[in-house]
């Protein structure tokens, strides 16, 4: 396999070269093809580069990123498939969702009592430096309202596990990074709405309710269902057959809830509430057949995160291939405001975690966790509003630089480990 990962690297820049020709000669219809290919073969051939690899991902948004630009009508729809509908997007990124919660641990909660002090610095500077940064910049910067409120909204989210692996790669405190992480989607729900509605409400229309379901939905749930997977890997039989026929009555609940709803006969807050509670049902009946086809298949675990980052890769394609005229307009100016909000979390989230007397072990953790956002639940956001080209276009362009200084910033503190 090393071998046809560094012959991709090679055709890469084959192919890279054999552009820039046809560029000189005039031949423009041929470099749409050669780019894809070129960043394609580059994304499958830095896995064998060891000061590369960390950037595999990233590599992959970036192609995603160009093929959206490129090819913008080929990402409207598959074979009658609309992929931008409201119910698909919530289905991929609950799966997105799941797959990162399989790496979060009930256990991890245990650490609250050991890092509490850290948590709570952690989810101050994250929620005010974060939005109130997003805010300040659409005052400096004169985007259309609605990117605007996507600047916002990014920057109102909760942190996601890349913060995990960033502090991991770092040397830092992994047990506080997870367990702010945890504890910043769990407040999530109320915070997000709270601050949509008070820093965006005048530019796009926020329903705190209704924002606050949907997260509920896209987040809490499937990130409940891993947590009761993480739950079951640990359980006697007698547990496992208790949460077996509870998800087999929760399957018959389910039915019922859909039929009711599909009669029209309820509405207002309780069919809302009744979605939400069919919704918990589902991350049940999702926990316990996911931790049955793990006995049958025990690497499904190592998939996930693969399948989260395909979820992600196809939320950037169709974001950027949604808001293509947005971008032309304004794509270069959002990277700007990208790297102004992102490391102006790096820098408040350090400094005031020394201020409120923390070591700088724990301050690079904050750091992280304040300057990486979770760009998965915006899109997200952005996709149930029926706004992804607009809302959800910071996040496609915010969401490549993160991983990019994030790893930077990872390695550079990395070679200068924190003495004992």
Not at 12 to 17: A, D, G, R, V, Y
Not at 22 to 32: H, R
Not at 121 to 131: A, D, Q, R, T
Not at 288 to 310: A, G, K, N, Q, R
Request: net charge positive; charged share 10%; proline share 3%.
């Amino acid at each position: 396999m090393k071998v046809v990962f560094k012959t991709c690297l090679i055709l890469s820049f084959l192919l890279l070269i054999s552009g820039v020709f046809l560029w000189f000669l005039g031949n423009n219809e041929m470099l749409s093809p050669l780019a894809i290919a070129s960043i394609v073969c580059f994304a499958l051939g830095i896995k064998e580069v060891e000061s590369l690899k960390n950037y595999q991902y990233t590599a992959w948004i970036m192609t995603a990123v160009l093929s959206g630009m490129l090819y913008p009508e080929a990402f409207k729809s598959w074979g009658g498939v609309n992929l931008r509908d409201k119910t698909l997007i919530l289905i991929i990124i609950q799966f997105v969702m799941f797959g990162m919660g399989t790496h979060i641990k009930v256990k991890d909660f245990a650490g609250i009592g050991s890092t509490g002090k850290g948590v709570l610095v952690g989810l101050f500077c994250h929620f005010s430096v974060m939005p109130l940064m997003g805010f300040l910049l659409t005052r400096i910067f004169h985007f259309d309202p609605e990117i605007a409120a996507g600047i916002i909204l990014i920057g109102s989210c909760s942190s996601g596990l890349a913060s995990n692996v960033m502090v991991y790669l770092a040397k830092g405190n992994l047990v506080l990074s997870v367990v702010v992480t945890a504890m910043a989607t769990l407040a999530a729900p109320f915070l997000t709405p709270l601050l949509m509605k008070l820093l965006a409400g005048t530019l796009i229309q926020v329903a705190f309710v209704g924002m606050m379901m949907e997260i509920i939905k896209i987040v809490l749930i499937p990130i409940g269902a891993a947590l009761l997977y993480d739950f079951l890997k640990n359980s006697d039989e007698s547990v496992l057959k208790k949460a077996r026929i509870l998800a087999l009555i929760s399957l018959i609940i389910i039915f019922g809830i859909v039929f009711l709803l599909k009669q029209n006969t309820i509405q207002g807050a309780p069919r809302e509430f009744l979605g939400i509670f069919g919704f918990i049902l589902g991350a049940l009946v999702m926990g316990v057949v996911y931790h049955l086809l793990t006995t049958f298949e025990p690497c499904l675990d190592t998939w996930m995160p693969y399948i989260s980052m395909m979820g992600i890769i196809y939320f950037t394609t169709v974001t950027t291939a949604a808001g293509r005229d947005n971008l032309l307009k304004v794509g270069g100016l959002l990277f700007v405001v990208s790297v102004i909000h992102n490391a102006s979390g790096y820098f408040f989230g350090y400094w005031l975690a020394r201020l409120f007397g923390m070591s700088k072990t724990d301050a690079r953790t904050i750091a992280f966790e304040v300057g990486l956002q979770n760009g998965g639940m915006a899109s997200g956001l952005a996709g149930t509003m029926g706004k992804l080209g607009t809302v959800g276009l910071p996040a496609a362009v915010f969401s490549p630089w993160m991983n990019i200084s994030g790893s930077i910033l990872a390695n550079f503190w990395r070679k200068r480990a924190v003495d004992k």
